[in-house]
């Protein structure tokens, strides 16, 4: 990807709204985002519909317009942050990251 941030790679912890617009725009600017999501579930966001983004034979997929709008121009992958396993490829990740923007919890 080109871009004035094209040098830059970012690790999205975040989830919704605000988190995903922001690392949205980072990408959007060239950077490379990771974006992680949940296993099984994913995103929130990806069952927020309707409307459903088709398929190239005009079919519903199980993924909202929502989401692809707010997560284009990352790669995702799934992180089970509940095991250590997942905890020591977040660490490795991170290093490997310039930027790292996380949802924080409002309710602390």
């Known amino acids: 990807m080109s871009g ?3 040098h830059l790679r970012v690790l999205d912890l ?4 605000a988190g995903p617009w ?6 959007d600017l060239g950077a ?9 579930t994913g995103d ?11 398929d190239g034979e005009g079919k519903e997929t199980a993924d909202s317009a929502y989401f692809s709008s707010c ?8 992180v089970d942050i509940s095991k250590p396993e ?16 996380k949802t924080t919890n409002s309710a602390t």
């Open 71 to 78: 997560n284009r121009n990352k790669r995702s992958l799934t």
């Open 86 to 101: 997942g905890q020591a490829l977040l660490r490795e990740l991170a290093a490997k990251c310039d930027i790292l923007v």
């Open 44 to 54: 929130d966001t990806r069952a927020w519909g309707p409307s459903w983004l088709v």
């Open 22 to 27: 922001c690392t949205q725009t980072l990408g």
């Open 32 to 40: 490379d985002v990771i974006k992680v999501e949940r296993p099984d």
């Open 4 to 6: 004035p941030l094209s």
């Open 14 to 17: 975040t989830r919704v709204l």
